[in-house]
């Protein structure tokens, strides 16, 4: 069965390349284009992981990821946030909230698919 991946990110363009990319790598993808839409996702899909934008309308990427960590029914899966936002602030923020990882836009396909691979142990 394949891993479930929910997508937060507003950009469908990015979206239409994260999702081809991790459909060929086998991975399920269920995109959301703003906060609200991927914090009601993740509770209807209860993924594997979650991809994060942070800059995103409705609710940010911080916001989501705190309600996902205070949710005892989602708090244990894993983040990563892919984002513009390359401040060390915004980095160690990620961090503190609880992300597992954290990738700074733009990006390698590859190396995304390698680093989600490692987080979910394929």
């Known amino acids: 069965m394949a891993k479930k991946i929910v997508l937060a990110e507003d950009e469908s363009h990015i979206a239409r390349l994260i999702t081809f990319k991790l459909e060929r790598e086998g991975y399920e993808i269920h995109w959301a284009a703003d906060g609200g839409s991927a914090l009601e996702k993740v509770k209807e899909v209860i ?9 995103m309308p409705v609710m940010d990427g911080y916001e989501v990821l705190k309600n996902i960590k205070r949710d005892d029914s989602l708090k244990d899966i894993p983040v ?7 401040q060390e602030q915004d980095i160690i923020k990620g961090f503190d909230l609880g992300s597992e990882d954290y990738i700074v836009k733009p990006f390698k396909p590859a190396e995304l698919a390698a680093r989600i691979k490692k987080i979910l142990r394929d």
Not at 47 to 55: F, G
Request: no cysteine; hydrophobic share 60%; proline share 6%.
């Open 47 to 55: 993924p594997d992981l979650v991809l994060l934008d942070i800059m």
């Open 80 to 86: 990563i946030m892919l984002t513009a936002k390359s």
